[in-house]
């Protein structure tokens, strides 16, 4: 089973102890999960939240490999047989009866230093 990294990418903006930490945006992240689904229920929630949750770590690591630290608005994408996409903020799946697949994008982002008169003034 796959973990969520929830200390470090965010479906929105950071939240918990880096709700009001400012950051520097430094671009958008993808990542992508396959999955076999032949002898599984390829409509199971469950898989395809365990796989978003693989994606959502892979995730991380690409914005990693550009110097980030975490990653924002993450968002599900969905490719349509017109050539569009749409995106979602819970987990979407799709699954060719073999092969099930998750994409993701986000936000890679950098935090910038924690002023000392500001974190001084907190306590």
Known sequence: MFHFPES???IEEPNGEFKSRPYEVLGWVRS????PTFEQDP???????NYYNKAA????????????????????VV?????K???YVTPECSDDGAEGEILLRGVAIKWKPI???EQSSKH
């Open 115 to 117: 002023d000392q008169s």
């Open 8 to 10: 470090m990418v965010f």
């Open 79 to 83: 490719l349509l047989l017109d050539g």
């Open 43 to 49: 409509n199971s929630n469950k898989l395809c939240r």
């Open 57 to 76: 770590k892979d995730l991380l690591i690409e914005a990693k490999k550009a110097k980030a630290e975490a990653v924002i608005k993450v968002r599900s």
């Open 85 to 87: 996409t749409e995106e």
């Open 32 to 35: 992508r999960a396959h999955y």
